[in-house]
């Protein structure tokens, strides 16, 4: 299975759509093996965002992403990078589909409310910038697992 890494931004936050987001990627059957709030530093931030360093908008990035706590998860699925980022949306609202994250709930590029991995590669860099690997929940599994599991057993 696997791995990307969700940051539910700091407008998210604010805003309280924490459950609202959350509960869409659930519904979308993306199980959570990590979760937590935390405000993140310049350090983390610098890390996250490496990419775009010398970049017009990445001051900008690190001073939005360190503004307040964010809800970092690791979630976890068959192809959940393509998955989530389509869940999304496009990063600017006006642009993205409707019934995506985007769409419904941010309202200007700055403050799209979600961050989600773009590649199987940051995801791992991603999650190793937020989480410990004992902070990951891996050995519980959803219904759908169990069930998929007896179906097998039972051929």
């Known amino acids: 299975m696997e791995r990307t890494f969700v940051a539910l931004k700091p407008d998210a936050v604010r805003r309280g759509l924490i459950g609202r987001i959350i509960k869409r990627f659930e519904n979308r059957g993306y199980k959570i093996i990590g979760m937590k709030m935390l405000h ?7 890390k996250h965002y ?3 360093e010398g970049k017009y ?3 900008r990035l690190i001073r939005y992403l360190t503004s307040g706590p964010i809800i ?5 699925g068959e192809d959940a990078v393509h998955g989530v ?9 006006g642009e993205a589909e409707p019934g995506t994250l985007r769409a419904d709930f941010a309202q200007i590029q700055e403050f799209n409310i979600v961050h989600g ?14 989480f410990k690997p004992e902070e990951l929940c891996t050995d519980w599994k959803t ?3 169990i069930v ?8």
Not at 72 to 76: D, G, I, K, S, Y
């Open 40 to 46: 993140p530093t310049i350090e983390m931030a610098k």
């Open 50 to 52: 490496a990419e775009h």
């Open 57 to 59: 908008f990445y001051d």
């Open 72 to 76: 970092a998860m690791v979630l976890q």
């Open 85 to 93: 980022r389509q869940l999304m949306g496009s990063t600017k609202p």
């Open 117 to 130: 991995s773009d590649s199987v590669e940051s995801a791992k860099r991603e999650i190793d910038i937020y």
């Open 143 to 145: 219904i759908t697992e």
């Open 148 to 155: 998929m599991e007896s179906e097998k057993a039972a051929i």
